[in-house]
Nanobody, 123 residues
């Protein structure tokens, strides 16, 4: 059973960079079966796929976030991370990491989810 856990600051100031880490257990992030995603849900809105890092480290991002987003990984810790720069209050959301079998660019249905991390962007 794959388990994911998000961690990071709950409050970020406008124009700063939001950073979250997803710790993975039960599977290696370098295993070819899975891809590792970041998804968010703004208040009162639906889920938004943000980006993914594949087992080989290849990344794909949502076109709407491409200029601000970066996903990286630390294979020694079996973690992958999200950085979102120049945040505004519109980036306030619950952020989830999620894993699924293979790449599903843009999808919001996955086999395994973290519990979610609330991030508020406010001064």
């Amino acid at each position: 059973q794959v388990q994911l856990q998000e961690s990071g600051p709950g409050l970020v100031k406008p124009s700063q960079t939001l950073s979250l880490t997803c710790s993975v257990s039960g599977a290696s992030i370098t295993t070819s079966n899975y891809a590792w995603n970041w998804i968010r849900r703004p208040p009162g809105k639906g889920l938004e796929w943000m980006g993914v890092i594949a087992y080989d480290g290849t990344t794909y991002y949502s076109p709407s976030l491409r200029r601000r987003i970066s996903i990286s990984r630390d294979t020694s810790k079996n973690q992958f991370s999200l950085q979102l720069s120049s945040v505004t209050p519109d980036d306030t959301a619950v952020y989830y990491c999620a894993a699924g079998d293979g790449l599903r660019i843009g999808a919001i249905e996955y086999d395994f989810w973290g519990q979610g991390s609330q991030v508020i962007v406010s001064s």
